[in-house]
């Protein structure tokens, strides 16, 4: 596995597992599967309602919990809500998660944050992050903040590198975090002739091609999958480099496009929603 080193010297694994979109027992078993693979690291939300099925999956995988790199997401519900991050840790089976983050700057978000530098104090959170927290969001959040975070969670892929955002991340040693890394499965970007030459010089799949890509760009990347095989293939990507000349050829592809348009409406919206938590 390889690391990547944040701003307050936590080592996070530069590959894991996301569970957006899985079913509890989907979760549960892709989870279990993906560690005994070797991934060390889990990203999951309150929001994804499979919390407590990503807890079920580290301890049947047997694999330590100080060995796994865990993530989570307050969902804006419950930025004002004070017991908040225990119940986030009761859910999950865990006493610490190693990276907590707010999912979106939605309802009193700040309120959120306060809620993950407490936790951080506390010894509840390993790190902090921010999760779509792009222009506006951010600027006014380094302006209050008391704690920098370690990581901002954000759509990134070769068509969106995010070159904007990570001139505002770079100043405090913030580290980026990848979601629709293929490009929320767009078979343009995947069949790109660069990535098919590239995949039959190094024998890998053009998707393997471009989470090496993220992995060299810094980032941290979170694919999801219930196909076991698929999960297998994702993490097979340590295993090659792209030459400085390659990683030059697919910054060309970039379209400044996002796959993902949140509104002001939508945002409304989030806050007003409450995640429908399993029971125990």
């Known amino acids: 596995m390889e690391y ?9 694994p530069v590959v894991g597992i996301g569970t957006f979109m899985l079913s509890p027992a989907d979760a549960e078993n892709s989870v279990r599967e993906a560690l005994k693979m070797g991934y060390r690291m889990i990203d999951t939300a309150n929001a994804y309602v499979n ?4 807890g079920r999956g580290i301890k049947s995988s047997n694999v ?5 790199f865990l993530s989570t997401k307050l969902w804006p519900s419950e930025y004002e809500n004070p017991n908040a991050v225990e119940e986030t840790l009761n859910r999950l ?3 610490y998660v190693d990276l907590l983050y707010i999912h979106q700057p939605a309802g009193n978000w700040l309120a959120g944050y306060r809620q993950l530098e407490k936790a951080y104090r506390d010894g509840k959170a390993k790190a902090i ?6 222009g506006k969001y951010l600027a006014e959040l380094e302006t209050k903040w008391e704690i920098v975070p370690q990581f901002m969670q954000a759509e990134a892929h070769p068509y969106f590198p995010q070159t904007e955002l990570r001139r505002t991340l770079d100043k405090y040693g ?5 979601w629709y890394p293929l490009g929320h499965g767009d078979k343009s970007l995947l069949q790109e002739p660069v990535f098919t030459v590239l995949g039959k010089k190094y024998g890998k799949s053009p998707a393997q091609v471009i989470l090496r890509w993220h992995t060299q760009m810094g980032f941290a990347v979170i694919p999801g999958s219930k196909n076991v095989d698929h999960i297998h293939d994702n993490l097979d990507i340590l295993n090659f480099t792209l030459t400085a000349d390659e990683m030059a050829e697919i910054a060309k592809l970039d379209r400044n496009m996002r796959y993902y348009h949140r509104t002001d409406e939508q945002l409304v919206q989030f806050a007003a929603w409450r ?3 399993e029971k125990a």
Do not use: H
């Not at 990547?4 to 996070?12: A, D, P, R, S, Y």
């Not at 992050?129 to 792009?134: D, H, K, L, M, V």
């Not at 913030?174 to 990848?178: A, D, E, F």
């Open 93 to 95: 089976g865990v006493d």
């Open 4 to 12: 990547i080193v944040l701003n307050n010297g936590v080592k996070c």
């Open 129 to 134: 992050g921010i999760s779509n927290f792009e």
């Open 174 to 178: 913030v580290k980026l975090m990848s």
């Open 275 to 277: 995640p429908g938590f």
């Open 51 to 54: 919390e407590r099925a990503v």
């Open 64 to 68: 330590a919990r100080e060995k796994i």
